[in-house]
């Protein structure tokens, strides 16, 4: 098996090997941090990982404390009951443990502990970013227990907002972490179908970053690779969740397609976020589902960029089509719904979603700009499964 320990420094420090967590109380020493405050999930909460964690931490002289509250689709309350948490513990760092829910509410507590403006006010809109507080932000060290947000290397934050039910994107260069360690044996317990799902959603942040028009050359090369490993280490990952290799890659492309989403996203994620918002679906298999939908949308602009990908996968006669039929058998082989209607989501949805797609953020780096209308053809074709 290939050695999987290495340290890189692109977009951050990236410490990659199994077994590394057992450094996380250096890491946060070397940070400047002596109270972290972990942040993760109520799922992972109970588990041995995190109490094993927050131990280490502990035992190495860290007066490491623990928060737990925040939902599948993270909200403005649980960020501001995890500052109320940080500021009461006296903590001066944070630890992001866990799924991208997990990361994207740590990251915003880290920024807010030190704001004095409420969190919508930097919301990823114009010159937003500036109104931060920098010295208020305090360090963080990233860990994640899935791969597909990404969020590790991420500098941006996407919270609903409660009153609205709608998805923010809350952004800030000072927002990615300062280290992040990448250790499989963290993600072998993660059940088949959230290994699925969180890895078709690593695939759908580096196919819109390669299918984007932004020109950001590097971008592309670490989106082509992205989706090879995803071709290459998901569906093993899926079938053995033991597979320490696969897990391992499946993390490395998650990492990949977050860095590589610098080019922007598109009409899978302006569909996902609203969907999300309202209904409380799984972000990763809301990509999923909605992944093949949005290709055959776009098809017209991305059919180049789509036989580039067949022929670095080594599909057989690579044209788009070969790349469609790709992505359709990965799911399938995965156990991933062909329709949206199998998750729940409602015929009704048409008709309210479209609207809110045109004004998410990702929609406008996708490769044709959609109308409101057209948004909701897509919508309608995947709660229905009509490819």
Same mark, same amino acid.
């Given at each position: 098996m290939?050695?999987l320990?290495a340290?890189w420094? *692109?977009?951050?420090?990236?410490?990659a090997?199994?077994?590394r967590i057992?450094?996380?109380?250096?890491?946060?020493?070397?940070?400047?941090?002596h109270?972290?405050?972990l942040?993760?999930?109520?799922g992972l909460?109970?588990?041995p990982?995190?109490?094993?964690?927050?131990?280490?931490?502990?035992?190495?002289?860290?007066a490491?404390?623990?928060?737990?509250?925040?939902?599948?689709?993270?909200?403005?309350?649980?960020v501001?009951?995890g500052?109320?948490?940080f500021?009461a513990?006296?903590?001066? =760092?944070?630890?992001a443990?866990g799924? =991208?829910?997990a990361?994207?509410?740590?990251?915003?507590i880290?920024?807010?502990?030190?704001?004095?403006?409420?969190?919508?006010?930097f919301?990823?809109?114009?010159?937003?970013?500036?109104r931060?507080?920098?010295?208020?932000?305090?360090p963080?060290?990233?860990?994640?227990?899935?791969?597909?947000?990404?969020?590790?290397?991420?500098r941006?934050?996407?919270?609903?907002d409660?009153?609205?039910?709608v998805?923010?994107?809350?952004?800030?260069?000072?927002?990615?972490?300062?280290?992040?360690?990448?250790?499989?044996?963290?993600t072998?317990?993660?059940?088949?179908?959230?290994?699925?799902?969180?890895? $078709?959603?690593?695939?759908?942040?580096?196919?819109?970053?390669?299918?984007?028009?932004v020109?950001?050359?590097?971008a592309t090369?670490?989106?082509?690779?992205?989706?090879?490993?995803?071709?290459? *280490?998901l569906?093993?990952?899926?079938?053995?969740?033991?597979?320490?290799?696969a897990?391992?890659f499946?993390?490395?492309?998650?990492?990949m397609?977050?860095?590589?989403?610098?080019k922007?996203?598109?009409?899978?994620?302006?569909?996902?976020?609203?969907l =999300?918002?309202? *209904?409380?679906?799984?972000?990763? $298999?809301?990509n999923?589902?909605?992944?093949? *939908?949005?290709?055959?949308?776009?098809?017209?602009?991305?059919?180049?960029?789509?036989?580039l990908?067949?022929?670095?996968?080594?599909?057989p006669?690579?044209?788009?089509a070969?790349?469609?039929?790709?992505?359709?058998?990965?799911?399938e082989?995965i156990?991933?719904?062909?329709?949206?209607?199998?998750?729940?989501?409602?015929a009704?949805?048409? =008709?309210k979603v479209g609207?809110?797609?045109?004004?998410?953020?990702?929609?406008?780096?996708?490769?044709?700009?959609?109308?409101s209308?057209?948004y909701?053809a897509?919508?309608?074709?995947?709660?229905q499964?009509?490819l």
């Amino acid at each position: 098996m290939t050695n999987l320990t290495a340290n890189w420094n *692109y977009p951050t420090a990236i410490k990659a090997g199994p077994g590394r967590i057992r450094e996380l109380p250096q890491h946060c020493r070397d940070l400047g941090m002596h109270r972290p405050l972990l942040i993760t999930d109520p799922g992972l909460a109970g588990l041995p990982m995190v109490s094993q964690a927050v131990q280490s931490c502990q035992g190495d002289g860290l007066a490491c404390g623990l928060f737990s509250h925040i939902k599948g689709n993270p909200t403005g309350q649980n960020v501001s009951d995890g500052v109320a948490a940080f500021q009461a513990g006296g903590h001066d =760092g944070v630890i992001a443990f866990g799924g =991208g829910s997990a990361l994207d509410a740590a990251k915003a507590i880290a920024l807010m502990v030190g704001q004095g403006r409420p969190l919508w006010d930097f919301e990823d809109i114009g010159d937003n970013y500036t109104r931060v507080n920098v010295a208020g932000m305090v360090p963080v060290v990233a860990v994640p227990t899935t791969a597909g947000t990404g969020s590790e290397v991420g500098r941006a934050s996407v919270i609903t907002d409660d009153h609205a039910h709608v998805k923010r994107i809350i952004f800030h260069a000072r927002m990615l972490p300062a280290t992040v360690i990448l250790d499989a044996e963290l993600t072998t317990a993660l059940p088949a179908r959230l290994t699925a799902a969180t890895g $078709m959603d690593a695939l759908s942040h580096n196919l819109e970053a390669l299918c984007s028009p932004v020109h950001h050359p590097m971008a592309t090369g670490i989106g082509m690779e992205g989706s090879r490993l995803v071709h290459e *280490y998901l569906k093993r990952a899926v079938d053995d969740g033991t597979d320490l290799e696969a897990r391992h890659f499946m993390l490395v492309a998650s990492c990949m397609g977050a860095t590589a989403f610098q080019k922007g996203l598109g009409a899978m994620h302006a569909l996902a976020h609203p969907l =999300g918002a309202l *209904y409380d679906a799984h972000h990763g $298999m809301l990509n999923a589902i909605l992944m093949p *939908y949005v290709l055959k949308a776009n098809q017209a602009v991305i059919s180049d960029t789509m036989t580039l990908l067949a022929r670095y996968l080594g599909l057989p006669n690579p044209g788009f089509a070969a790349a469609l039929d790709w992505v359709l058998a990965l799911r399938e082989s995965i156990h991933i719904p062909h329709g949206l209607a199998d998750i729940g989501i409602p015929a009704d949805a048409v =008709g309210k979603v479209g609207a809110l797609a045109v004004l998410d953020g990702s929609a406008a780096t996708n490769p044709i700009p959609f109308t409101s209308a057209q948004y909701d053809a897509i919508l309608s074709d995947a709660i229905q499964g009509t490819l």
